[in-house]
């Protein structure tokens, strides 16, 4: 394939490839400290990976003729691909925050939903079958004592934001973390398959929130602390997402913060592949 012709034929689809890959490269750049300079309150990369998101954003806009042609099946293909899109440039709301005490707002904001999905899991033993209910009872046995302890060292750390009590916010955060991750697998290998069902959708509950509060403390974690966190889990993520319903997360996400759950299960795959890259 001739790439000049192809640029020519396809002007609009080669311009969204430069962007993006403006965008992308942006985001490494940044990552490694690199700023090509001062660029107003900003610098040259940051204001270059701006610039390209609000083109993307002119770019994914649904032309009239278009939509109108369209079949439904393609529209709705379509409006999926710009919310991915759009979750690869915007940060996420639950790692957008610009400072610990923010962070530790936003993870005490998550009290009321963390306790009633904890609630959910300790009243889920007497609907199981009578076989399988020890088994869940034991694999969860630990989750209202590690999420009082989290939400207190939350609060500790929003009333003195300093680095040690950041450091026990993030030693606690995957002691629970890997309280979850055992517990799903535990309930995983309950045989009753209503049983295994109604477990692993109580424990999700849990997990999908934890998980948040885990990117939460992750995005004001250095390097370093982030490297010690990961060495502390055991259960890696990937070994516990077959077990994960992304929508039902998508789904509390999205309604936590009031945004469309397209554009919440994008950003909860995104924030499952950074922990995975993180070595979680």
Known sequence: MNPISNVWNHPKTSAAG??????TIAGVLSQQGLTLGAAGSGTVVTLAGAIA???L?????????????ASS???????LGVWALIALLLPLPFVGGCSGVTIAQDIVNWTPALESAVATVDS???LLAP???????VATVGFDAASSLLVAQAKVYLANPTASLLAQLQTQVVTFQQQVNAALLQAAKITNTASQQHALACIQGVATIVST?????????SKIAVAQMATQSTIKLAAVLPYMDEGKAARIVAGHYGEPVELARMQVVNAEYA???AGF
């Not at 076989?131 to 009872?137: G, T």
């Open 18 to 23: 430069l962007l993006i890959a403006v965008v």
């Open 53 to 55: 998101t609000a083109l």
């Open 57 to 69: 954003g002119l770019l994914a806009r649904d032309p009239g003729t278009e939509s109108v042609r």
């Open 73 to 79: 099946s393609t529209g709705s293909t379509a409006k």
């Open 124 to 126: 889920a033993a007497s």
């Open 131 to 137: 076989a399988d209910a020890p088994i869940f009872a």
């Open 213 to 221: 509060i885990f990117a939460l403390v992750q995005s004001v974690s």
């Open 275 to 277: 922990e995975v890259r």
